[in-house]
């Protein structure tokens, strides 16, 4: 029963470039959440998305970032033109969806964003 | 504006003793609460949660208490272990009768001593 799954786990880029952050969700999850964790700090939120939707995207930049969740494969947050603060560990998290009360979310292991 | 509170960065005990992680919250709309376990290069591991309708949940070592009226939640872990050696997240996240958004603290880095 594999995890959450991010790719790449580590990514290098340029000043400029884009970058593209892959996430596939726990098996049986539709709900997918994008934090970002900048040095010596918690977790961020950054955007909340369900298959084709993004029902929350109150944590993202207004500029440069984008994410989707589309009916067939991986959750992608997108980067564009990146900067030097863009550099961070980006985290996935999944959970199943339901009516009850349980919210616990299931954590990629990260992909690590160098700009350099 | 800091909603979820972790004061201590640190905490170092000794093995077979109780550890004991401290969380402070300002967001009266939270009501449920969670911990996660974080290694170095790996991502969060959720361990134990608590909803508001509580004040005590248990599960095997790791014991979380909430006390609503003071905004406030611990984790005690006992014994410790060496293994437990990592930074642990307080997480919280409002009603909506649905999945929602964890707004974590800075996170407290435990060792354990041997």
């Known amino acids: 029963n594999a995890g959450v799954m991010q790719n790449p786990r580590h990514l290098v880029r340029r000043r400029g470039q884009e970058a593209r952050l892959r996430c596939s969700p726990m098996?049986?999850?539709?709900?997918v959440y994008w934090y970002r964790q900048l040095p010596e700090e918690g977790l961020k939120f950054m955007v909340y998305?369900?298959?084709?939707?993004?029902?929350?995207e109150s944590g993202m930049p207004k500029e440069r970032f984008s994410a989707e969740f589309p009916k067939e494969g991986p959750s992608i947050l997108r980067i564009q033109q990146v900067v030097r603060g863009d550099s961070a560990a980006y985290f996935c998290?999944?959970?199943?969806?339901?009516?009850?009360?349980?919210?616990?979310?299931?954590f990629g292991p990260g992909t690590r964003l160098t700009v350099t | 504006d800091q909603q979820v509170k972790q004061n201590s960065p640190s905490l170092s005990v000794q093995e077979g003793r109780i550890s004991i992680l401290n969380c402070d919250y300002t967001?009266?709309?939270?009501?449920?609460f969670l911990w996660y376990k974080k290694y170095p290069a790996e991502g969060p591991t959720f361990l134990i949660s608590?909803?508001?309708?509580?004040d005590k949940n248990e599960d095997g070592r790791f014991t979380v208490f909430l006390n609503k009226s003071a905004k406030h939640l611990s984790l005690h872990i006992v014994p410790s272990q060496p293994g437990d050696s990592a930074v642990y997240f307080c997480?919280?996240?409002?009603?909506?009768?649905?999945?929602?958004?964890?707004?974590f603290g800075k996170g407290i880095t435990l060792s354990v001593r041997p």
């Open positions: 998305l369900q298959k084709e939707n993004i029902i929350d």
């Open positions: 998290a999944s959970s199943l969806r339901t009516g009850g009360v349980s919210y616990e979310q299931y």
């Open positions: 608590i909803s508001s309708i509580k």
């Open positions: 997480a919280a996240s409002p009603s909506s009768g649905a999945n929602s958004k964890l707004t």
């Open positions: 967001n009266s709309m939270f009501d449920y």
């Open positions: 098996k049986g999850h539709s709900h």
